[in-house]
């Protein structure tokens, strides 16, 4: 059951599943841009009866609220995971970030890396400039949100998900609209342009260089959006990653290779 928290001045929407043992690892997952927890429906189930859960959308995304009155940058979104996390009363956790949620992840460990045990990283995003002074300069048109609305209607949204997996016999209507049901949400479109306008450029090689957790990378061989090549540079920009590579898989690993990832997880995690 979703349920939903105040944090700060913007609500969250998340899901928290909590074991009878007390020493279970908690695992908290951060999706996706242009996500939500949606993406992490089919991966919940099968960890559900050995984790503490936590998954939740982050402001914008999902069913958390597109609000106006907070900076949508990688750092704030990082802020508003350790915030979380200590309402919540969550003093150590596995950060589990999918694409750009690997980046949130990441800062997430720098700001607090006490609250940390592991990292898990799914495609995570990497290495990518902010937006271009241009694109900054214009999301402060009034009418902007609305060119934003106008162009992602405009995109074919069942062309648009092919790009991002291999199987394409997944993405089903129901699959696509559960990605999408947020995009016709009131805000959503003023949310997105700040997040265009104030997401600051990935950390840096001398930035990962210095995050010394256990971390496991799990990339698809045919990752269209963040291709292999990015997971093997960020597997020697860690101190300590190994990098796993499903093969037939594209960008959403939760989708298409839920038993696989859990088993990778679950066998990560056994390590002391």
Not at 27 to 51: A, D, T
Not at 79 to 100: F, P, Y
Not at 199 to 210: F, G, H, Q, V
Request: aromatic share 10%.
């Amino acid at each position: 059951m979703k349920e939903k928290r105040k944090i700060g001045n913007v609500t969250i929407s998340y899901e928290y599943y909590r074991r009878p043992n007390k020493s279970a690892p908690t695992l908290v997952f951060i999706h996706g841009f242009l996500s939500s927890s949606f993406s992490f429906r089919k991966l919940l189930p099968l960890l559900q009866k050995e984790y503490n859960l936590l998954c939740f959308d982050l402001p914008g995304f999902g069913e958390s609220e597109k609000s106006c009155d907070i900076h949508y940058s990688l750092h704030e979104y990082a802020v508003l995971t350790n915030t979380l996390l200590e309402e919540m009363s969550i003093d150590k956790a596995v950060l589990v970030g999918h694409s750009m949620g690997g980046q949130i992840a990441l800062r997430t460990c720098i700001q607090h890396p006490e609250r940390i045990e592991k990292l898990i990283l799914l495609c995570s995003s990497s290495y990518i400039k902010s937006s271009s002074a241009a694109l900054r300069l214009c999301s402060y048109l009034p009418f902007f949100p609305y060119c934003l609305s106008l162009s992602m209607s405009a995109i074919n949204m069942q062309k648009n998900f092919e790009h991002l997996v291999y199987d394409k016999t997944l993405l089903t209507k129901k699959v696509i609209d559960g990605y999408t049901t947020s995009f016709n949400e009131k805000g959503f479109y003023l949310a997105l342009c700040r997040l265009i306008r104030e997401r600051e450029e990935d950390l840096s090689t001398k930035a990962l260089n210095k995050i010394n957790f256990p971390t496991l990378l799990i990339w698809g061989s045919d990752d269209r959006l963040v291709p292999i090549r990015v997971g093997e540079r960020m597997k020697k920009d860690l101190p300590d990653a190994d990098l796993l590579v499903f093969s037939h898989t594209g960008h959403l690993i939760p989708e298409e290779r839920p038993k696989e990832t859990t088993k990778a997880i679950r066998e990560f995690l056994s390590k002391t």
